[in-house]
């Protein structure tokens, strides 16, 4: 299982995966200093929304009696679907099929001769990229999406039972623009 450290002194967040052995938990051992290299968060029109990631490492291990206690797990929570979603680019509100975000860390360890092995690890460089379709009714749409190399992107998804997602990207720039026929739609 994974969870979030409760030390406030961290400065980047890092996550600790729990290894339970024999389903015992005093047959546990914790790993500590997880950091998160990739996540994708995905879409789909009219389907549950997905995650993927990507762990890096740890910086050792901790004793049992210092771990910590697993948070509920995911499949106790009622899944997003991606239906009845606010998606806005500068400020304008959209229709737009399979949404897809992918965040990417890249990550350095620390390396102390006085210590045998990684001492910390750290985030170095953070990109986020996107996708989306928006179905075109006619040439002017086309032109101001090509037309615009900034804007502003929002996302919002909320369970029948009130978890929220929310993604806002407050800078993005059009990397490319893809024509194609979708079901006779052109997107």
Request: net charge negative; proline share 0%; aromatic share 0%.
């Given at each position: 299982g994974m969870y979030y450290f409760s030390d406030a002194n961290e400065v980047i967040k890092s996550l600790g995966a729990k290894y339970v052995i024999g389903g015992?938990?005093?047959n546990s051992v914790d790993i500590r200093g997880v950091l998160v290299s990739s996540l994708k968060l995905s879409f789909p029109t009219q389907g549950l929304v997905t995650s993927e990631f990507s762990l890096s490492g740890s910086t050792g291990f901790i004793p049992v009696d210092q771990g910590s206690d697993l948070a509920d797990f995911c499949s106790s929570m009622t899944p997003h679907v991606?239906?009845?979603?606010?998606v806005t680019i500068d400020g304008v509100s959209v229709c737009a099929t399979d949404l897809e975000f992918t965040i990417t860390n890249e990550i350095a360890d620390y390396i102390c001769v006085t210590q045998s092995?990684?001492?910390e690890k750290t985030i170095t460089k953070r990109t986020i990229e996107g996708s989306f379709k928006v179905a075109f009714e006619n040439l002017d749409q086309i032109n101001a999406y090509n037309a615009w190399s900034?804007?502003?992107v929002f996302a919002y998804s909320k369970t029948?039972?009130?978890y929220e997602v929310a993604i806002e990207l407050p800078k993005v720039q059009r990397t490319s623009l893809d024509l194609a026929d979708?079901?006779?739609?052109f997107a």
């Open positions: 015992v938990e005093a991606a239906r009845n979603m606010t092995g990684v001492g900034e804007a502003t029948l039972d009130g979708d079901s006779g739609i």
